[in-house]
């Protein structure tokens, strides 16, 4: 059975940090492209970062710089370093592993971002 599991979400107010984990159980990770999306109410989800089986990275529009992702072979896990938050960083954030045509999805975690 595949899971992965996040974890790190919570209330943070604006200029504040969180740190994101997701832990995976069920693949052989290393193989998989691991991915952070996250969806704002009433908005389509939207790409935060990759991290490749190489861990090359990618970053959504304007996030690099603020947002670091990296991976843990050996752990499992997947993480997400979140600075400098802001109000519009706001949502559900999911992690989703990907290999060809296999794709999972966590069931996401709630990062609320005060004014």
């Known amino acids: 059975q595949v899971r992965l599991v996040e974890s790190g979400g919570g209330l943070v107010q604006a200029g504040g940090s969180l740190r994101l984990s997701c832990a995976v159980s069920g693949i052989v990770f290393s193989w998989y492209d691991m991915g952070w999306y996250r969806q704002a109410p009433e908005k389509q989800r939207e790409l935060v970062a990759v991290?490749?089986?190489?861990?090359?990275?990618k970053y959504g529009d304007s996030l690099k710089g603020r947002f670091t992702v990296s991976r843990d072979n050996a752990k499992n896990t997947v993480d997400l370093q979140m600075n400098s938050l802001k109000p519009e960083d706001t949502g559900v954030y999911y992690c989703?592993?990907?290999?060809?045509?296999?794709?999972?999805w966590g069931q996401g975690t709630q990062v609320t971002v005060s004014s």
């Open positions: 991290i490749s089986s190489s861990s090359s990275t």
């Open positions: 989703n592993a990907v290999l060809r045509l296999d794709d999972y």
